[in-house]
């Protein structure tokens, strides 16, 4: 059984920083792409980062030098280090495994509950 299990959410101030975690079970980590997704209130889910199978890295513009995503294969163990956050980085962050395509990373195939990150102003 697939699982992802996020982890290292909070309540952080303007200009602070956060490390999430992904615990990842049920697959080979290398088979996949996988990546982190964000929903705000009110808002529609929004790719954030993502690692394709062979490693290459993925940001969205609004997280661009400020966000980090690495990956540990052995302890199939997915991080997100989020600097500089801003009350617009406010959200659920979700771990997801993706499918793989060339040049990226796919379709979401599974998604962990996620994690809550507040960031006050």
């Known amino acids: 059984e697939v699982q992802l299990v996020e982890s290292g959410g909070g309540l952080v101030q303007a200009g602070g920083s956060l490390r999430l975690s992904c615990a990842a079970s049920g697959f080979t980590f290398n088979d996949y792409a996988i990546g982190w997704f964000r929903q705000a209130p009110g808002k529609e889910r929004e790719r954030v980062s993502c690692?394709?199978?062979?490693?290459?890295?993925y940001y969205a513009d609004s997280v661009k030098g400020r966000f980090t995503i690495s990956g540990d294969n052995a302890e199939n163990i997915l991080y997100l280090q989020m600097n500089s956050l801003s009350p617009e980085d406010t959200a659920v962050y979700y771990c997801?495994?993706?499918?793989?395509?060339?040049?990226?990373?796919?379709?979401?195939?599974?998604w962990g509950k996620g994690t809550l990150v507040t960031v006050s102003p």
């Open positions: 997801a495994r993706q499918g793989v395509v060339t040049g990226g990373c796919g379709d979401v195939l599974s």
């Open positions: 690692i394709s199978n062979d490693g290459r890295r």
